[in-house]
């Protein structure tokens, strides 16, 4: 399987953005999928988290109840509902599939297959 993150852009503090990530080849239904962000001169920061369901989801405390994610199986295509951005926000976002149920979804090894990026910037 392939990801493919789109949905980024340029936004005020306060707005809001949906992500795409969109898969390509094999079922995506089968693949629990982190969101990712990475803001210059900094590490790779988990953001969230859905399972292959759906029905497991977590999320980094930072964005707790602001950004949403859910997933659409029949679309091959996972979501990052983001609302209220603050300038805190802004970095590369990526997706990535997991591949390890013995580590801990905030990790960045617990997953593979990282998408292209998608940017978002907020401005104050």
């Known amino acids: 399987v392939q990801l493919q993150a789109s949905g980024g852009g340029l936004v005020q503090a306060g707005e809001s953005l949906r992500l795409s990530c969109a898969a390509s080849?094999?079922?995506?239904?089968?693949?629990?999928v982190g969101w990712f962000r990475q803001a210059p001169g900094k590490e790779r920061e988990f953001a969230a988290y859905?399972?292959?369901?759906?029905?497991?989801?977590v999320y980094a405390d930072s964005v707790k109840d602001r950004f949403t994610t859910s997933r659409d199986n029949s679309k091959n295509t996972v979501y990052l509902q983001m609302n209220s951005l603050k300038p805190e926000d802004t970095a590369v976002y990526y997706c990535?599939?997991?591949?390890?149920?013995?580590?801990?979804?905030?990790?960045?090894?617990?997953?593979?297959?990282w998408g292209q990026g998608t940017q978002v910037t907020v401005s104050s």
């Open positions: 990535a599939v997991r591949i390890s149920y013995s580590s801990s979804v905030f990790e960045t090894s617990t997953y593979a297959l």
């Open positions: 080849g094999r079922t995506f239904s089968n693949y629990a």
């Open positions: 859905v399972g292959r369901g759906a029905a497991s989801k």
